[in-house]
Each structure stands twice: as C-alpha cells, then as structure tokens.
C-alpha cells in the first residue's frame, strides 16, 4: 500500500467515460481497482464509502467528492487543499488518518483514507453521556501526541471537535478533517451557516481577531477534553452569538466531580492568550508540547507506548 499519491491534477478529463471508469491500464489506480460497500458517512461534499482494494484485500474508506457539486460551490480549491495537507502529513503518525492514493475520474475525486471503523469519538460521547477519566485522559494524550506532530510540519488543524476524531479497530484515535479548518476562516461577523457545529470550540482570537495559530489548536483541546468528562460543550449559549459571548468572557464552570487535575489542565488551556496556553510557550520548537505532556494529570501516561497502551474500557 505504498504507491505514490497519485494526483488528481494529472488526470485528464479528456478520457472519455468508459477509459476513465474502466481501467487502471496506464498503471495508475482507478476506482475500479476497489470493491465499494457500505456508505461509513456522508459530508456536505462527500461520501464516505468502505473500500476493499481488489489486489491486495486491503479495506480503506473512499472518501468520494462529486466534482460538479464541489465547482458549482467553489470547493475545488479546498479539496485540493485538503488532499494536499494529507500529503504533507504523510504516513508517519498512527493519530492521523493516512491518505493512501488520491485518483479522479470525469465526475469524482476519490481519496484512499485509513479505515477507522469504530466511527466518531463523538458518538460514543454521545452513546455513553461522557467518557472516564482515564479514557479522557488517554484520548487527551493521542490527541496531544498527534497536535504535536502535525504542528511541528505547520499544518494547523482548526477544526478540532469529536466528530473529528474517529476510533480504529483498537479503538485509538485517528484524527481526520483537515479539510474544514477553511470553515473558520470566516470572521464571525459574517458567518454563515456552515459556520454551525464549531462555533462552540471556536478560540476568543478568531473571534476577536480573526487570527489563528496553532494555540487554537490548543484551545480547542481543552474544550475537547472538557467536554469527553463533563458530557457537555465547556461553552454553550442559546444561539451562536451567546456561545461566542460566553467564549470571549471565558464564562464556563465545572460540575461537580470532575476530576482536578484534568480539570488544571482545562483552566491552562482555555487561556484568552493563546501565547499563554500551556503548550504554546515554545511553539515552533522541538519540544512545544513538552509542557502539556508534563501536567499532571497526565502523570499514569506512557508516553513512549501510547499507540501500543489498550485504551481503556469506553465508560
Ligand atoms: P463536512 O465536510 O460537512 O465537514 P465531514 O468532514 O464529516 O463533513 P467527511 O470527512 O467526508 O465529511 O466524512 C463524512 C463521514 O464519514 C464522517 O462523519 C465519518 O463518520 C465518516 N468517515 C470519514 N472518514 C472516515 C474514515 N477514514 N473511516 C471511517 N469513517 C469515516
């Protein structure tokens, strides 16, 4: 499973429909080199589709965007953008989905992802009401290792939320969307509906400033972790605007409970500087996530066997 990306900008549309969706003859991979199933989940742009590579038995989920869909509505740069940053990102973190081929035909774009079959870290939320601490604290500390990684190769994800975590067979994280952080680019002021859905883990800088960096990353980590604990958002008003009110007055409480130390870590984090959140202080540098994988609610981590550690039961 180690070809080359191959992109969709060599693809020529000039194939007409039978060459294009009928043969990989040129060597290059082709969506019929893939049994297709069932549908794992559908995007504004995209399907989701279980995929089993004929050759190999190898299972991928196909993430499948309609090309006159995505130009109708100005998209294509962002998929393009998106399949890029997962180019960047490589094979190298076991926390990130792994992009394996992206091909085109004359309708679709098709992205060969990891197949993370135990769905949302959302839906367990969800299913369960919240998560143990230690499960928390074991998600936490994926999502760190993986924040850390992509940082350090100036890919800021920002659009950080459990929806965006998905499980794997062991049930670790495999964080993936790192195609809507473009969501957020748009300043509030004149935010539209695709703007729903995030605005509860958006940092008081975009808000205010419209600026992000990767403390919002950050940010976005502490409303993750308190929300796996508490089973609710860490901000939440009746509308966007009061959800956003409450952000930038930095107006949250704990309920009863929940756990000290994590909860250290969540004031440290939630920090209206994103300069001073914990993990930012040496951003850029080897060891900007230092700081955060030395709090200690993180002291029963090991850091050295995350991705091997079982997690803990989902309860
Ligand atoms: P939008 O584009 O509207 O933000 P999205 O980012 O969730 O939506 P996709 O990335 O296309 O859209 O994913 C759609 C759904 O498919 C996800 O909600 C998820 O449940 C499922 N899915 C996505 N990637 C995978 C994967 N690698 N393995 C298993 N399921 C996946």
């Not at 060597?27 to 549908?39: H, K, N, P, Y």
């Not at 600026?211 to 940010?219: A, C, G, P, V």
């Not at 308190?226 to 609710?232: E, N, V």
């Not at 609610?297 to 039961?313: N, Q, R």
């Amino acid at each position: 499973a180690d070809q080359p990306i191959d992109s969709p900008a060599g693809r020529s549309r000039a194939n007409s429909k039978s060459k294009s969706r009928s043969s990989s003859a040129n060597g290059r991979l082709s969506a019929d080199d893939f049994e297709f199933g069932d549908i794992l989940g559908e995007g504004s742009y995209s399907t989701v589709i279980h995929g089993t590579h004929r050759a190999t038995r190898q299972e991928y989920a196909i993430k499948v965007l309609d090309k006159g869909h995505l130009k109708r509505n100005n998209k294509l740069q962002t998929a393009l953008a998106e399949k890029n940053t997962l180019v960047r990102l490589g094979s190298g973190h076991p926390g990130i989905v792994r992009l394996h081929w992206a091909f085109q035909d004359d309708w679709s774009l098709y992205f060969v992802l990891d197949l993370a079959r135990n769905g949302e870290l959302q839906s367990r939320i969800s299913r369960m009401g919240s998560l143990s601490t230690a499960c928390a604290r074991y998600y936490t500390a994926q999502l760190v290792d993986a924040l850390d990684y992509m940082h350090l190769r100036g890919v800021i994800h920002r659009d950080l939320k459990p929806e965006n975590l998905l499980l794997d067979d062991d049930f670790r994280i495999k964080v993936t969307d790192f195609g809507t952080g473009k969501l957020i680019d748009v300043p509030p002021e004149r935010a539209t509906k695709t703007f729903v859905g995030t605005a509860q883990y958006v940092s008081p800088e975009l808000l205010e400033a419209n600026e992000t960096s990767k403390s919002s990353d950050l940010w976005a980590l502490g409303c993750v972790l308190y929300q796996m604990i508490a089973g609710r958002f860490a901000f939440q008003g009746l509308s966007e605007y009061l959800t956003w009110q409450k952000i930038k007055q930095l107006d949250y409480t704990f309920p009863e409970g929940f756990d000290p130390e994590a909860a250290d870590l969540v004031r440290r984090l939630l920090v209206r500087d994103p300069l001073e959140r914990l993990g930012a202080g040496l951003a850029g540098s080897d060891y900007s996530m230092e700081e955060l994988r030395a709090h200690p609610f993180f002291a029963t981590i090991h850091w050295d066997t995350l991705w091997d550690d079982p997690a803990p039961p989902l309860e």
